[in-house]
Nanobody, 121 residues
Framework: VQLQASGGGLVQTGGSLRLSCAAS????????MGWFRQAPGKEREFVAA????????HYADSVKGRFTISRANAKNTLYLQMNNLKPEDTAVYYC???????????????WGQGTQVTVSS
């Protein structure tokens, strides 16, 4: 599966962005999907995950209530709606595919190239 993330950019504190992740070359609807992020000088961390059907989601505590993960299997696309953005959300955001929707990075087999999100204060 090839994954292509997009939708990043520069936004002010309190603003919103929607990230997309287009999948190709595999059966997207059979994969659990996740979003991760890596800020400068920090390790990559879990953001959100969603089951293959979309009926189960998980979020990092730092983004609960602000971010929403969703997917459109008919379009082979994963989304991350990010609202009320904060400077600490600044990072490169990666989408990834796994057999199961999990917070554990080691279970993700396929990774996108990342998209930069910068939140100015």
């Amino acid at each position: 599966v090839q994954l292509q993330a997009s939708g990043g950019g520069l936004v002010q504190t309190g603003g919103s962005l929607r990230l997309s992740c287009a999948a190709s070359g595999g059966t997207f609807s059979t994969y659990g999907m996740g979003w991760f992020r890596q800020a400068p000088g920090k390790e990559r961390e879990f953001v959100a995950a969603i089951s293959w059907s979309g009926d189960s989601t998980h979020y990092a505590d730092s983004v609960k209530g602000r971010f929403t993960i969703s997917r459109a299997n008919a379009k082979n696309t994963l989304y991350l709606q990010m609202n009320n953005l904060k400077p600490e959300d600044t990072a490169v955001y990666y989408c990834a595919a796994s057999d199961i929707p999990t917070k554990q990075q080691q279970h993700y087999t396929y990774w996108g190239q990342g998209t930069q999100v910068t939140v100015s204060s």
